[in-house]
């Protein structure tokens, strides 16, 4: 099926806000195409209003909501299957307003793993930003004074000074080095591939693979109440909720849980069996699932996760923040006690 030419790419929050304008407006009683045409005459973006005119015009061609939005290209699979779900059993308002709130955690999530990031790169770009001032700009002065009291800088002070002079020497170098390091900073923030090679390393390291680990379950609890909360069965929605999980230890895990589902076990048995939650939250899922309520028992496990991982996040920024601070001190410190003391202690020989 031919895609739009339009096709532009959407954040989760603009996802999760047209799905929400939408659900209101279809728990109204408007139908989709008439949506589109209400959506088109309150936004004032000229991308939005393209956008907006190519489902549209597909709508009015007579095809159903779920192929407009996959023709148009600028839609994620699993929201257009989701769609397409919501169509088929009547309850498409519900879907829609399902899938605002599971691309609302997505982007909740986003921002918390750009917070948790972005703070410490920018500590660090700092101290090595102060760290080159001073060895290339002040260090220098100070071998000036001592030249004219006719002494030499001591070891450490000296050995940093020749380090400045050749940054200074080969500065061509050092601004290649900064490009290279602005351009890797810009394929792991803003690449699809950076993004996962990013993550594949957090989970590598013991103080961010437990927490790397909360947020795919989250993300895995987020889908399941979407799929559940459709009327879709656990094991076709396991499988649909497996293409949005990035990690392939949770894959694996996801994988463990659906052969337990054909080999007869419970839905709550087979999520604790497979390591997909604990007990504690599996025992969550069992009686959502006695009360036939599993929808509600995932979304409470879904907010729980989210809040526990936004938890961890501001409580590790709180560690990071005061060592890397510690850290630039101790170095800028050094640095200086380096040539103040000497320096001090021959001006208190020649008074």
């Known amino acids: 099926m031919a895609k ?16 929400r304008q939408m659900a209101l407006l279809i728990k109204a009683g408007i139908s989709p195409a008439e949506s589109i045409d209400i959506l088109m005459q309150d936004t004032h973006d000229n991308s939005a209003k393209k956008l ?7 709508l009015l061609s007579g095809e159903q909501f779920h192929v407009a939005l996959e023709m148009n290209g600028s839609f994620p699979d699993y929201l257009i299957h989701m769609v397409a779900i919501g169509e ?15 691309y609302e955690r997505e982007e909740n999530i986003s921002s918390s793993i750009k917070s948790a990031v972005s703070y410490p790169l920018i500590m660090i770009f700092m101290m ?9 700009k002040v260090l220098p002065i100070f071998e000036q004074v001592f030249a004219q009291l006719g002494t030499n800088m001591s070891g450490f002070s000296q050995s940093l000074l020749n380090v400045g002079n050749i940054l200074n020497r080969y500065s061509i170098v ?9 351009f890797l900073f810009i394929f792991f923030s803003s690449t699809s591939k950076g993004k996962k090679m990013f993550k594949d390393m957090l989970n590598k390291f013991s103080a961010t693979k437990k927490l790397m680990q909360d947020l795919e379950s989250a993300r895995f609890a987020s889908g399941m ?23 392939d230890e949770m894959k694996a895990r996801i994988e463990n849980c659906r052969n337990l589902l054909i080999d007869g076990d419970s839905f709550p048995e087979a999520l604790e069996k497979s390591n997909i939650f604990t007990s504690f939250y599996s025992q969550m899922v069992s009686v959502g ?13 879904a907010e729980r996760f989210e809040h526990e991982t936004e938890r961890k996040i501001y409580s590790l920024i709180a ?17 200086l006690l380096s040539v103040i003391l000497p320096l001090m202690g021959i001006m208190t020989t020649i008074g």
């Not at 009327?231 to 929605?237: A, I, K, Q, R, S």
Request: net charge negative; hydrophobic share 50%.
């Open 88 to 102: 088929e059993s009547g309850s498409l308002d519900t879907v829609m307003e399902s899938l605002a709130d599971y």
């Open 174 to 182: 050092l601004v290649v080095l900064l490009a290279i390091i602005a």
């Open 319 to 335: 560690i990071l923040e005061p060592t890397l601070v510690i850290i630039l001190s101790i170095i800028v410190g050094m640095i």
């Open 289 to 301: 699932f006695k009360a036939g309520s599993m929808d509600s028992a995932m979304k409470q496990i």
């Open 52 to 58: 907006l005119d190519s489902i549209s015009q597909v």
């Open 225 to 247: 109440v979407l799929t559940l909360s459709s009327g879709m069965d656990t094991y076709e929605g396991l499988s649909l909720v497996n293409k949005l999980i990035e990690s």
């Open 4 to 19: 739009s030419k339009s096709t532009i790419n959407l954040s989760n929050y603009e996802i999760s806000s047209f799905c």
């Open 128 to 136: 090595l930003v102060v760290v080159l001032v001073l060895i290339t």
